[in-house]
């Protein structure tokens, strides 16, 4: 059974740039959410789709997007990026089982560098 | 105040010994308390989860949450090198789709 894959690995961009990102879920797992990692922080929720919708956000602006395939995989897009950009992207694969929605698996991680 | 505090170390600790890392939350909606562990430059790696107040073990992994006083701990029994990460607590409310609330981390190294 394949955990969270994500895509690709690293990344650098330049100011001004858009980038999109890929999260493949655990076998089973209908359920994405979006995190953002900067160096030396916790993960911050960006959002989380299901059933190929946005279903709650955090405090990120419109400039983070996100889309959900009938597959369940996702995309995490960035448009116009910023240097406060520059971080780990995690996915996050859920499923309802026992612990509800608090059981999340997460993927490796796309570093952005802008 | 952030709604989850870590004291981000490092904790250095001999090989052998329990390892005690805590949290404190200020956000009283919270429902499960969960622990995860970091490798540098890798994913987080779910550890365990508890629901409410109480104890819950796992091999050498013991978490408690103590909801009255807004506390949560990880121990780890006869620590290894293999241990040495950055340890996240986080807390979720449940019932929605919010997503968790991170701590910050506390980076543990485990002296061979």
């Known amino acids: 059974d394949a955990g969270v894959t994500q895509s690709p690995t690293h990344l650098i961009k330049t100011r001004g740039q858009q980038v999109t990102l890929r999260c493949s879920p655990k076998?089973?797992?209908?359920?994405v959410s979006w995190y953002q990692q900067a160096l030396g922080q916790g993960p911050q929720f960006i959002f989380q789709y299901y059933e190929e919708e946005e279903r709650q956000r955090g405090n990120f602006p419109d400039r983070f997007s996100g889309h959900q395939f009938p597959n369940y995989s996702s995309e995490l897009n960035v448009n116009a990026l910023l240097l406060g950009d520059s971080a780990l992207y995690l996915c996050?694969?859920?499923?309802?089982?026992?612990?509800?929605?608090?059981?999340?698996?997460f993927g490796p991680g796309t570093r952005l560098t802008v | 105040q952030k709604e989850v505090e870590q004291d981000p170390g490092p904790l250095s600790v001999p090989e052998g010994a329990i390892v005690s890392l805590n949290c404190t939350y200020s956000n009283s909606a919270f429902q499960y308390f969960m622990w995860y562990r970091q490798y540098s430059r890798k994913g987080p790696e779910l550890l365990m989860y508890t629901y409410s107040s109480g104890n819950k073990e796992d091999g050498r992994f013991t978490a408690q949450v103590d909801k009255s006083s807004k506390y949560i701990s990880l121990f780890i029994r006869d620590s290894q090198p293999s241990d040495s990460a950055t340890y996240l607590c986080?807390?979720?409310?449940?019932?929605?789709?919010?997503?968790?609330?991170f701590g910050k981390g506390t980076h543990l190294i485990i002296q061979p």
């Open positions: 076998s089973g797992h209908d359920t």
């Open positions: 986080a807390g979720y409310s449940g019932g929605g789709a919010d997503g968790l609330t």
């Open positions: 996050a694969s859920i499923t309802d089982g026992p612990g509800g929605l608090a059981e999340q698996y």
